[in-house]
């Protein structure tokens, strides 16, 4: 963590008043810790990104191309005959208000260009001054300004302390969805090299690799044995997944992340345990170092590079013959899945309608897709009672579940993973209502911003969720935060630790494997991160 | 800020003087009373289509719903089938319900700090509230005065207006519907000004039409209630425009043709303002798309193919080290590569 | 990323909303198609042209008439005062039956034509029969 993060109890102590000059008359003031360092130029180039180069957001000179202002006229022009959405967002605000006090990064923050309103007010007064009649003739009075590079660099610093998470859009009633500006104001950044490295680089790695951390497919297979080894010391049991291999019914594919860090790597070690115990049931499943990424920092990018890099799934699903595919637990991801992935990369008519090889369940929910979340699939076999579960092996865990920004408003995947923790975890605790599921807050780190020099803007973001974290430990004492998330895994460990260490960070599959009595295992002393279970700590001193 | 509201509000008495001086001074009843009327509602009309044709050639590319429930997948979980729609049915319940009943709306909460720390986010409806009392009001005003402009008057009409004066306060009788929507204007004013947040993001554009409202709302009381206009010849002039023989009557008091004006500014200013949201909508993609988005394929108009990494590019980029992994490959390497191994045996 | 298409999407849907919109937006114009709605006429009996002035003058009586019974039935019924003097010193009696339709015995042509032109229903007649020659 940087060392000029400020503790947390000054963090929390925000001030909300507007300052008293407008907020057109503001001009932006980029601050260390609250923005993310500009993209590395190779990793543009990888991509055939524009305008690659070393540029530094705090130098004055952005090392733009000379047309920049042509460009971004022309990037709004083309995007507004794109999108619908787009079109009709920049129209219709009434600037009601309703959405000011949703979003995370202004309650953390109390910086008013963080209210989702004014967020997209920052694009919507250039459309306004280039592309509406009153804006032409009235100017400010209608809400309209001229393209500047200060307004050039508001945007950028304030498109990048978005996450997309869509909470404002589930107030608004027009229904206006700031993460849909947000996303075509950072693609018409990328037209003129405007991007962070945090996102410019995975997308590079993810493309050239397949995965966003680079991870080459020896590497990826590599640290797949350290899990089965590890495995194999906890519970007895030697898993064999299998790797790129044609002629499989299933392909699964779930973000690298898991592959690489605690605490997913616990989670990638439950998908692991899941799939072994079904295999002798009938699941014939593979997974891919082509497609070994879930996430999509493309869609952090443009809608292109998102296509880009989601044509990988389709790809590889054809490739190796698979019948359909499951996905791992992730955000964003599964928002691309779930609302891009059949448009862009369709029609999958080379896969079937997914079926449960061990349920017979059809998952006509995704029958045009063909892609599964692996709640879906996992609440399934546990309907039907195929998993043999010991949930006391959880009894240490007193669980809350944070609902991740994308599968709960860009998908409603809600019930599914609580309906699996209940049946693998005796003591699980709701946060305040208006806290989760469609109404969540957001990790703070989402859509790309999950690195280590903006931490102040990450810790501002995750306010709101740690507060409510805080209450259910305090009220019922939880220690363990469960997500159906990658980025979550990566950035709520960070949140806790600043606010409240005490609270740990889970996956569902963690818990699922950590429950599940794996045919042939040996007595397990341990869960799967070498903490001894309840009452098993003298056996573990053995 | 203040200048915010300064300028909408100096607009506003500026129109005011300018229909009053109009016709009291100059006596441009015509212009007034007439040819400004057909242009606004020329202008509404037209331009309200033009900007629905506008968004309607703007496809939509992808079904970006916003899920504000749970999906319909498994037998163990219910489905929110309103609020993440699984078919049409669901999506046209919610969009009535979103414009009918402002559910959206509904469920705004207010953020708060309490003490130690406690973040609490109460449910908060007075904005809701006097939402739907200004819709419901300003609609009730318009469908009201249509005594004006159908002879004889329709008996929905006057059934509204005996409801509307329900209670029989005062004489003429008062009407709620005028009252409430001269208040809700007022609240959303108020809370413009008082509100920090609300101050910081209102713009000119925001106090306008809320002054006009305001405007038209008062003049429509004025002359009903206090300074009494000839409710017979206004019609006549009402009458004589939607039966395309506009007639200027003797002797109708100069704030009719105020309070004229400001509609007519109102309908002019409508399509070219945020006051467009009533056909907006209708058009918002996160609420008029159902969420069955796996099981139902949304096609783009103008998808495109674009430039991927290939499996083929990728295993010639990897193929000697996932050979030496175990990985399994497409192609085995290039005699050359073979070569090279062999010399190293 | 190209972009080849000028046309409108979900064609008939938007359409459809246009032309209930333009139904909505211009129903006066249509609903009054082929109608003509003059002011209606008001006739004064005999009694009333003999008259020439009535409690107030024309202009006031037009604009506040129905003021002005307010206030008269308030002092009759509440307070018991019949005797009503206007500003140029005349006396009236405080009745609607029996000094306003002396003169307007014709309530369908004088009341009522306006009345109901501009769909006003007062609830006079709740109580007052419309004719009290008619008796």
């Not at chain 1, 009075?141 to 404002?168: H, I, N």
């Not at chain 1, 297979?221 to 007895?236: A, L, P, Q, R």
């Not at chain 2, 409710?231 to 009557?249: F, H, N, Q």
Request: charged share 20%; glycine share 6%.
């Amino acid at each position: 963590m940087a060392d000029e993060l400020p503790k947390s109890e000054k963090l929390i102590d925000v001030d909300y008043s507007p300052p008293s000059r407008g907020w057109m008359d503001t001009p932006v003031k980029i601050r260390k810790g609250m923005y993310c360092y500009a993209g590395n130029p190779k990793s543009l180039e990888l991509l055939g990104a524009p305008n690659p180069r070393q540029w530094n957001p705090l130098d004055e000179d952005w090392k733009l191309p000379d047309n920049w202002k042509e460009i971004v006229f022309e990037g709004l022009r083309e995007r507004i005959d794109k999108f619908r959405s787009f079109k009709v967002f920049m129209d219709i605000c009434v600037r009601c208000g309703a959405c000011s006090d949703k979003c995370h990064f202004f309650i953390g923050s109390g910086d008013p260009k963080n209210m989702p309103v004014l967020r997209a007010e920052l694009i919507r007064s250039v459309y306004r001054n280039d592309f509406t009649k009153a804006g032409k003739i009235l100017g400010r009075l209608a809400g309209a300004r001229p393209m500047t590079l200060d307004v050039l660099k508001e945007w950028w610093y304030y498109l990048f302390q978005c996450s997309e998470c869509r909470r404002c859009s589930l107030y608004c009633p027009y229904g206006i969805d700031t993460a849909e500006i947000t996303i075509i104001g950072r693609e018409i950044l990328n037209l003129l090299g405007l991007n962070i490295d945090w996102i410019a680089t995975p997308v590079a790695n993810c493309y050239r690799t397949g995965n966003h951390l680079g991870i080459q497919p020896h590497a990826f297979k590599d640290m797949m044995e350290f899990f089965v080894d590890d495995i194999e010391e906890i519970t007895g049991v030697r898993v064999e997944p299998s790797f790129n291999r044609k002629g499989a019914e299933i392909l699964f594919i779930t973000p690298s992340g898991d592959v690489f860090a605690d605490p997913g790597t616990y989670t990638a070690m439950g998908y692991l345990m899941l799939f072994h115990y079904l295999k002798d049931l009938g699941l014939d499943i593979t997974w891919s170092t082509y497609g070994s990424e879930g996430g999509n920092f493309g869609f952090f990018t443009s809608h292109e590079t998102m296509k880009r890099l989601n044509a990988k799934m389709y790809y590889e699903a054809k490739r190796l013959g698979v019948k359909w595919i499951l996905g791992g637990e992730c955000g964003h991801m599964w928002r691309v899945i779930h609302q891009y992935m059949d448009t862009m990369n369709g029609p999958a008519d080379f896969l079937e309608e997914p079926v449960n090889p061990i349920t017979g369940t059809r998952f006509t929910n995704a029958k045009s897709t063909k892609m599964v979340h692996i709640a879906e699939f996992t609440a399934d076999l546990i309907y039907h009672n195929k998993l043999n579960l010991d949930p006391s092996r959880n009894d240490n865990l007193r669980v809350t579940f944070h609902d991740s920004c994308n599968p709960s408003r860009g998908m409603g995947l809600l019930d599914e993973p609580r309906y699996v923790i209940q049946n693998v975890c005796k003591n699980f605790y709701e946060m305040p209502a208006n806290t989760i599921r469609e109404q969540t807050f957001c990790c703070g780190s989402g859509s790309g911003l999950n690195a280590g020099e903006n931490m102040e803007l990450r810790m501002m973001g995750g306010m709101p969720r740690a507060n409510a974290v805080k209450f259910v430990k305090e009220k019922y004492d939880v220690n363990m935060l469960a997500c159906v998330c990658a980025i979550d895994r990566a950035a709520l460990p960070a949140l806790m630790d600043y606010y409240h260490p005490e609270v740990d960070v889970t996956g569902l599959h963690e818990m699922v494997a950590n429950a599940l009595i794996l045919p042939g295992e040996k007595k397990r002393t341990t869960n799967l991160r070498g903490e001894p279970l309840l009452g098993m700590e003298d056996e573990d001193a053995e | 800020m203040n200048a915010n509201y300064m300028y909408s509000l100096i607009a506003v008495i500026i129109l005011l003087l300018l229909a009053y001086v109009g016709v009291a001074g100059m006596h441009l009843e015509v212009l007034f009373g007439v040819i400004i009327p057909y242009a606004a509602i020329a202008i509404f009309i037209g331009g309200f289509i033009y900007k629905v044709v506008d968004w309607a050639k703007s496809p939509v590319p992808f079904p970006i719903t916003t899920t504000a429930g749970q999906q319909a997948s498994l037998p163990m979980v219910s489905p929110a089938l309103i609020d993440n729609p699984k078919n049409k049915t669901g999506v046209v319940i919610r969009m009535l319900l979103d414009i009918l009943l402002f559910r959206s709306l509904f469920r705004n909460t207010r953020f708060e700090v309490r003490d130690t720390n406690k973040f609490s986010y109460e449910l908060e409806k007075w904005l809701w509230l006097f939402a739907l009392i200004f819709h419901y009001a300003f609609l009730t005003v318009v469908v009201r005065h249509l005594r004006f402009f159908t002879e004889p008057v329709l008996l929905p009409v006057q059934l509204l207006e005996k409801l509307d004066s329900f209670f029989q306060v005062g004489l003429p009788v008062l009407y709620l519907s005028g009252v409430a929507l001269l208040a809700a204007s007022i609240y959303l004013f108020l809370r413009r000004v008082f509100i920090p947040q609300m101050r910081y993001i209102s713009l000119p554009a925001d106090y306008f039409p809320l002054f006009l409202i305001m405007g038209i709302a008062g003049s429509g009381l004025l002359m009903r209630y206090f300074a009494k206009v000839d409710i017979v010849s206004a019609k006549e002039l009402t009458m004589g425009l939607v039966t395309l023989r506009p007639t200027i009557p003797e002797g109708i008091g100069a704030i009719f043709y105020v309070h004229l004006f400001l509609v007519c500014v109102l309908l002019a200013y409508f399509p070219f303002s945020k006051l467009m949201h009533l056909g907006g909508i209708f058009f918002s993609p996160t609420r008029n798309m159902p969420g069955n988005n796996r099981e139902v394929r949304h096609a783009n108009p103008w998808n495109y193919p674009v430039k991927i990494h290939t499996y083929e590019d990728y295993e010639d980029e990897f193929r000697e080290k996932m050979i030496e992994a175990g990985l399994p490959v497409e192609k085995m390497p290039e005699p050359k590569e073979n070569l090279e191994e062999g010399k190293k045996e | 990323m190209p972009n080849n298409s000028k046309g409108m999407y979900n064609k008939n849907l938007v359409i459809a909303g246009i032309v209930i919109f333009v139904i909505l937006a211009a129903f006066p114009f249509w609903f009054n198609v082929g109608r003509s709605a003059p002011a209606p006429e008001i006739i004064l009996t005999e009694k009333a042209i003999a008259a020439e002035d009535c409690v107030r003058d024309k202009e006031y009586m037009t604009l506040e008439h129905m003021q002005l019974l307010d206030v008269w039935r308030d002092a009759v019924v509440r307070d018991g005062k019949r005797i009503y003097v206007n500003p140029k010193g005349v006396e009236f009696n405080m009745s609607l039956s029996n000094t306003c339709l002396d003169c307007h015995s014709n309530k369908e042509e004088f009341c009522d034509r306006c009345h109901d032109y501009t769909s006003v229903s007062p609830y006079c007649w709740d109580c007052h029969i419309d004719n009290p020659q008619g008796d």
